[in-house]
């Protein structure tokens, strides 16, 4: 609900935008990895998080 708000309001959506790339830029964001599967491994990955088995953010390596 308080994305949607955001985005239908554009002077919030800036405003808002803003503020996070000016933390990004700071090094103030980071991103908690979970784990990086291999692109074979992608539905093992989607059943974690459909099991809410995850705390963070599940990395796709299409490399791998």
Do not use: C, I, Q
């Not at 998080?49 to 390596?61: H, Q």
């Amino acid at each position: 609900l308080w994305m949607r708000r955001v985005l239908e309001a554009p002077a919030l959506f800036s405003h808002t935008a803003d503020r996070l790339f000016a933390l990004a830029r700071a090094g103030l964001l980071t991103a908690r990895v979970d784990r990086v599967v291999p692109l074979a491994g992608v539905g093992a990955a989607h059943a974690a998080m459909a099991a809410r088995a995850t705390m963070g953010k599940v990395l796709v390596d299409v490399h791998a």
